[in-house]
């Protein structure tokens, strides 16, 4: 049987002595959009840089086809890194590039490609999120929306397998975030990109995730897995909160 895309096996995030949550464990199917759901400060960022190395766990580990990542050589952890790419909140461009310079970046670091090959693989993946024409803008010229899909596109560009979001639809206006989790369903459909999605907006969570976790910040590990859409008639009084926006 082939192994899952992503799994997460009895993982615990601490700080120092400080337990963030305990015993995570879920998988993610190729192709899959996986949401990583739950109140505020109960660590699904925190789980996410997990996910990508940036975090050591306490114990557990993280496997990508059934490769264990933790438990691999440094050299090792950093090439399974480079099949990831990475939209952050913000997403954390440089306001002294231009937007092709910014999504040429990563490949001037990793696929040895002079300048001029890079910036033109830039251009193609703007292009991808709708942004061509604006390759020589820079970050301040350009609306929050614009910002995200500039993100996404730096992070696709050196085609990863899997695609990790933190809360990509965070200070964006309503139609903004919806053309956003719009383009995120493209790239799935057409590249058959893994992708996993840390947000608590509701209808990026329905619109989105084939299969989700939530996290519960007072007991410190995961309260319910499954499709959002069944989450939402939980036993779990505070999952059903949460989907419903009803009070507890």
């Not at 840089?49 to 975090?55: E, P």
């Not at 099949?83 to 590039?97: H, I, K, T």
């Not at 090959?117 to 020589?136: I, P, W």
């Not at 608590?200 to 859409?229: C, N």
């Amino acid at each position: 049987m082939e192994p899952a895309k992503i799994e997460v096996r009895g993982l615990t995030m601490a700080y120092g002595d400080q337990v963030v949550q305990r015993d995570v464990a879920f998988t993610v199917g190729r192709s899959q959009i996986f949401v990583i759901m739950g109140d505020s400060g109960c660590g699904k960022s925190t789980l996410m840089r997990h996910m990508i190395g940036l975090n050591p766990p306490a114990a557990g580990d993280v496997l990508y086809d059934g490769e264990a990542f933790w438990a691999a050589s440094d050299d090792r952890r950093e090439r399974l890194q480079r099949r990831f790419g990475v939209l952050y909140q913000y997403a954390a461009l440089f306001s002294s590039m231009t937007l092709a310079e910014n999504v040429s970046l990563p490949l001037l670091e990793q696929a040895d490609l002079v300048q001029a090959e890079a910036l033109e693989v830039a251009r193609l993946k703007l292009a991808l999120v709708g942004l061509a024409g604006f390759e020589d803008y820079y970050p301040a010229e350009i609306s929050g929306g614009m910002r995200k899909r500039a993100g996404l596109a730096r992070a696709m560009a050196l085609d990863p397998e899997i695609l990790y979001f933190d809360e990509p639809s965070a200070g964006l206006d309503p139609l903004s975030s919806r053309r956003l989790d719009d383009l995120i369903l493209e790239l799935r459909d057409s590249l058959g990109t893994t992708i996993v999605l840390v947000t608590h907006e509701l209808p990026s969570i329905f619109e989105l995730g084939d299969d989700a976790v939530f996290l519960d910040a007072e007991r410190r590990t995961v309260i319910a897995h499954g499709k959002p859409t069944e989450l939402k008639h939980s036993p779990e009084a505070k999952v059903r909160a949460f989907l419903g926006r009803e009070r507890l």
